[in-house]
């Protein structure tokens, strides 16, 4: 059974750090694309971080660079987010998504380009 399990969202005051942990399991093939994508209250669903699997290539909205550092584990098939310097406007709760059908080839950060979804985990930063 295919699935994606993420962990390491809470609670933090500005400035401060997290790392957030998601584990695609189930998988019979290797797929295209896995990004991290963020909801806040009232607004749409953004990318914040990803790869392509082909050429391990990572990918940051403007917003999170130098900030954030994604990274895949090759052997274990993790990927983790290490955000430092958290800002209110961080704030959301935050999925990982896998591509397995190659959409995301017309672009990382496209929501609908994801066929399967973790089951989100909340970041807040707040003083």
């Known amino acids: 059974q295919v699935q994606i399990v993420e962990s390491g969202g809470g609670s933090v005051q500005p400035g401060g750090s997290l790392r957030l942990s998601c584990a695609p399991s189930?998988?019979?093939?290797?797929?295209?694309?896995v990004t991290w994508f963020r909801q806040a209250p009232a607004k749409e669903r953004e990318g914040v971080s990803g790869?392509?699997?082909?050429?391990?290539?990572?990918y940051y909205t403007d917003s999170v660079k130098g900030r954030f550092t994604f990274f895949r584990d090759k052997v274990n098939r993790t990927v983790t987010l290490d955000m430092n310097n958290l800002q209110p406007e961080d704030t959301g709760v935050y999925y990982c998504?896998?591509?397995?059908?190659?959409?995301?080839?017309?672009?990382?950060?496209?929501?609908?380009?994801?066929?399967?979804w973790g089951q989100g985990t909340q970041v807040t930063v707040s003083s």
């Open positions: 998504a896998v591509d397995t059908q190659g959409n995301s080839w017309y672009g990382i950060f496209r929501a609908q380009a994801y066929d399967i």
């Open positions: 189930g998988f019979s093939k290797d797929y295209y694309a």
């Open positions: 790869i392509t699997i082909a050429d391990a290539r990572i």
